[in-house]
């Protein structure tokens, strides 16, 4: 594999060279993955007579209602924007608000160890951002750019009653996160970030890094319409399985359905956040407020190297890296991950 990057970060140099030519071979690249994929839809279809994009009903299981001993409180809000947002709270209502912004593909349920350990604490709150879960699901890519999930974020806090939060998000939620601290900073007390890049690194890296560029083909795949809601509901979800039953996540049999179950909801629109990727505003990538990083180490998706910059644009910022740990961190390991959130907080909170 390192041969591998080696070999092509020499061929980006070298196209680097012209402009117009590296732009060609970046589309190349970018369709020829979206080939390759759909290759394997249609192989998938012709083997399995067509069975396999056959659309199964999954019903809302029982841990979405009750984890161990907690029995969740669902709640709902209506935006000025007529959005209609989906939400799990615990905790005391006079106490600080956490919220928890989850990535792609999960949704609140994604924070359920989170919940528990800080419900005490805090007001805890994991949000369905819109696209996601019973959350609304407007149609259109524009209705997912980054300013307006940001929005939702801002209008979402004032409609709880509080003036100020700590954050906490993953994935996609981090970069929405991200955008928070650099327009809202009065918003927030803290933000802590797992397994998500800097928006500003990210973006440079995707240009500079081979390594970076290859890790995220995905999102390029992505880009293609319909192409990636296809390929993750072949076979039932089998790529949601991939994902959240491994040796790193041993997730049950009730907490697979769950995550299929969010992805199977009608409208599901968390592709569409890859969709308008470019679609964000500009301004400061400052993070003034503390700032916290968790990161497993062996994240398929993201390069550690996207952590080398950070503290030019985080003058508070501590980072917790964790070894033999994936992207989903809160997932895979969720005590050291509280730990480090708990220690951050409580330092925070002097």
């Known amino acids: 594999m390192t041969l591998k990057l080696a070999i092509i970060g020499s061929i980006l140099r070298a196209v680097n060279v012209v402009p117009p030519v590296r732009i060609a071979f970046f589309l ?61 709270v615990d905790g005391d209502e006079s106490k600080p608000l956490l919220l928890f912004l989850h990535g792609f593909p999960e949704f609140w349920y994604s924070w359920r160890h989170q919940l528990v350990e800080f419900r005490k604490d805090f007001r805890v709150v994991a949000l369905d951002q819109r696209g996601y879960s019973e959350s609304d699901k407007p149609p259109g890519i524009e209705a997912y750019e980054v300013n307006k999930l940001v929005e939702d974020v801002v209008e979402f806090v004032d409609k709880l009653g509080y003036e100020k939060l700590h954050v906490v998000a993953h994935d996609w939620g981090g970069i929405v996160a991200y955008y928070l601290a650099f327009k809202h900073q009065n918003l927030l007390s803290s933000l802590a970030i797992i397994n998500a890049p800097h928006p500003k690194i990210f973006s440079q890296m995707m240009r500079s890094d081979p390594r970076q560029f290859l890790l995220s083909w995905y999102i390029l795949m ?91 644009h985080a003058p508070k910022l501590r980072v917790v890296k964790i070894p033999r740990c994936g992207h989903f961190a809160q997932q895979e390991q969720p005590d050291i991950v509280n730990d480090a959130i708990r220690s951050f907080l409580s330092e925070v909170q002097l």
């Open 28 to 88: 190349f690249v970018t369709y020829f993955y979206g080939l390759l994929s759909f290759s394997k839809l249609v192989s998938r279809i012709a083997y399995t007579w067509g069975g396999c994009l056959r659309k199964r009903t999954h019903r809302k299981p029982r841990c979405l209602e009750q984890y161990f001993e907690t029995r969740w409180q669902h709640k709902f809000v209506q935006l000025t924007s007529g959005i209609r947002l989906h939400y799990v």
């Open 222 to 312: 992505f880009q293609i319409p319909r192409l990636a809601e296809s390929l993750i509901s072949l076979d039932d979800y089998k790529a949601l399985e991939k994902i959240f039953k491994t040796k790193a996540m041993p997730l049950d049999d009730d907490e697979v359905e769950a995550f299929k179950w969010n992805f199977s909801q009608p409208g599901f629109a968390g592709v569409n956040w890859y969709r308008a990727i470019g679609r964000q505003f500009q301004g400061s990538s400052v993070v003034r407020c503390p700032h916290l990083v968790v990161w497993g180490v062996d994240d398929v998706a993201l390069s550690e190297g996207l952590l080398d910059d950070l503290p030019r």
